[in-house]
């Protein structure tokens, strides 16, 4: 690895891991600098999960505050994120990933879609009770969504911090910054379980890994700052014109 690659690659994780702490998506700034640089889309893949995971904790460390209050809530949405995580990463390395690739655009703009009408979809999952009822409620239709995102955020990734974010905003009664936070928790939960089955068995990229895991973590403890100090209308705009943005730049690419 060259000097200019290994500068390029750290970047573009630290760019990464800030957004994936203020939006989510950061994978769709990394993923394509270590295909840009000559790695496989199945290498590329796996490396830059085990490369961004150093983030999620960062961004974790940052949102420490909002997160202590939500312990229970995090243990019990866990089996869930590992079982789905296990079944992603598995499938990942069982399958070519190309036909999945392709649905990733329309996923992210089901998220969007969601952000976007997200108050009028709190009150019906309120009113037909899938919703959380309080702050300790966990609703049974939070751990089927959370294994179903387990299992995507393994497989690919791009745009779990969207998904994740919409999701949480129509189910659970919490503020932006408490539901950011509980994403990005999320996110390293099951990142954790995807990088501990590629370590063992996936074709990852140990050198660009190690390089960019620096820009990630840096990246993630960073973006936190920023998150704070968007209010709820622009930081839900933010996540909205990001996921749009991706949406379009994995259409035409």
């Known amino acids: 690895m060259d000097p200019i690659e290994a500068v390029a690659l750290a970047a573009a994780a630290f760019a990464a891991g800030a957004i994936n702490a203020v939006a989510g998506g950061g994978s769709l700034v990394s993923f394509p600098a270590l295909v840009a640089f000559g790695y496989g889309s ?5 490396t830059n999960s085990v490369a961004l995971w150093p983030g ?3 961004g974790s460390v940052g949102y420490r505050k909002e997160l202590a ?3 229970a809530r995090i243990l019990a949405l866990t089996p ?8 992603g990463s598995v499938i990942l390395l069982s399958t070519p990933d190309s036909a999945f690739d392709a649905i990733v655009p329309f996923l ?3 998220a969007c879609g969601l952000m976007i009408t997200q108050d009028r979809l709190s009150a019906w999952a ?4 899938l919703a959380a009822q309080h702050e300790r409620h966990v609703p049974w239709s939070l751990h089927v969504v959370t294994g179903l995102l387990g299992a995507y955020g393994a497989y690919f990734g791009a745009g779990l911090g969207i998904l994740t974010f919409a999701v949480l905003s129509i189910l659970l009664p919490d503020g932006l910054q408490r539901s950011n936070a509980l994403k990005g928790v999320m996110s390293l939960l099951i990142n954790a379980v995807a990088v501990a089955w590629f370590s063992l068995f996936g074709p990852v990229e140990w050198l660009p890994a190690a390089v960019m ?3 990630a973590l840096a990246g993630g403890y960073l973006g936190v700052g920023l998150a704070r100090r968007l209010g709820r209308r622009v930081l839900r705009g933010a996540v909205i014109v990001y996921g749009l943005t991706v949406a379009v730049v994995l259409f035409v690419t």
């Open 42 to 46: 199945k290498a590329a893949n796996v």
């Open 56 to 58: 999620y904790v960062g």
């Open 69 to 71: 209050p939500q312990r």
């Open 80 to 87: 869930a994120m590992v079982l789905g995580a296990l079944a």
């Open 108 to 110: 992210i703009l089901f």
């Open 126 to 129: 309120q009113k037909h009770k």
């Open 213 to 215: 895991a620096a820009g």
